[in-house]
DNA sequence: AAATAAAATGAACGCTGTTCATTTTATTAT
DNA sequence: ATAATAAAATGAACAGCGTTCATTTTATTT
């Protein structure tokens, strides 16, 4: 039995193996610029060795796209150990930028790229975890915002939605280049500066 | 000369056949799913000829992204026969989205792709043209906002670049299948109730 | 040491974007 | 009208892509 054991961690370990290597050249050269016979030269296996492991590229890219959303759920976790919610949510979206930003290229699989969902459709669980786990806690944030009187007259699910969407707009046309190509007055602070108009909003709900 | 100005013409014709070729297809069954070799097939040429016309896809894209915006931009133009600033703005937002859930291929090509920035990296002129147009209509409904009087205390770009972001989020998260695979209580309203609360969250500024 | 099972392999397939020598077509000069 | 020239269109060929699968290598069991 402890063959068998041993055989299950093994193929663990190389799976995690691939994932590594996958994530590095994906960093190091972006998502499109990588290929399944770069991943496998990477880890010195060959090509085929990636096939038994994974069913396809998308299969790849969706694990990724969960191993991202782990990093980003621990971005989130530490900031709940701030009880007043409105000073969380305000500091999750700068989180969330950081993130972003820091991780351009995983962030476009997580939110962008049409491959986790895809992979989802040939799936047995359709459902996106990963997406329904990061968006709650940024839901019961607002939630928590509401209990205490903030945020009259809104919505808890739409105003959260509104929410997700600013930052993610902001995050998206910095890490596609639509800031640095139109003429800001100041590029270099536009994001800053956005983002604390949204704060200064925050505060008129 | 009158031939040099026909074969001129003759040249602007087929290239506005192959963009509207290629504007058929990627509408039909998505950018990465549309190849130079469809679309010369598309419109009876042979490969080798859409590579006379154009340096290479991205030059294709590129063109495609400037009709686009073209496209856009007088969506916007329409809305610019209300007198009212803030009326025309909540209008714009709501025009913004519509045309990019219409046109989601053309909007993801705009908005997200790096192939026309790729494009303007390897051109003489390296500035966003399209992208300034249009975002300089929005930047001076806001400021005309601002001159009326609302929206005290902010300031016009980064407000003007917090409501493209939020639109713009939106549209991102629906055109890339976000919405729907986060289990919304209403998932086919949440576009529109979560556009209300920026309505409302835009009376309070 | 032989038989069996599991894992790793890499050549091959049909795609892709791109190039460029060759052929076809159109224009100009005689 | 015909020959010479210029312009335009062509498609085979190249390297690289994701993917498959018969074959080989390695590990386990008998």
Redo the contacts with the bound molecule.
Sequence with gaps: MS??D???K??EA?KALILKGAKKLFVEKGIE??????I?EEI?????????????????LHDLHTIGFQELDSYFMELYTIEDPKERLKKMGFAYIKFAIENSEMYDLMFNLKAPIEFLKDSENEDWDEGCTAFGLVKKTIEECINKGYFKGHNVEPLAFMVWSLVHGMCCLEIHQRIKNVNFTNPDTILYDGYNEYLKMIEKL
Tied chains: 1, 2.
């Design positions: 063959t068998i041993r055989k299950a093994e193929k190389l610029h990588t290929t399944i016979r770069n496998a010195n296996y060959s090509v085929g060795t990636v096939y038994v492991y994974f069913k396809d590229k998308n299969d790849i």
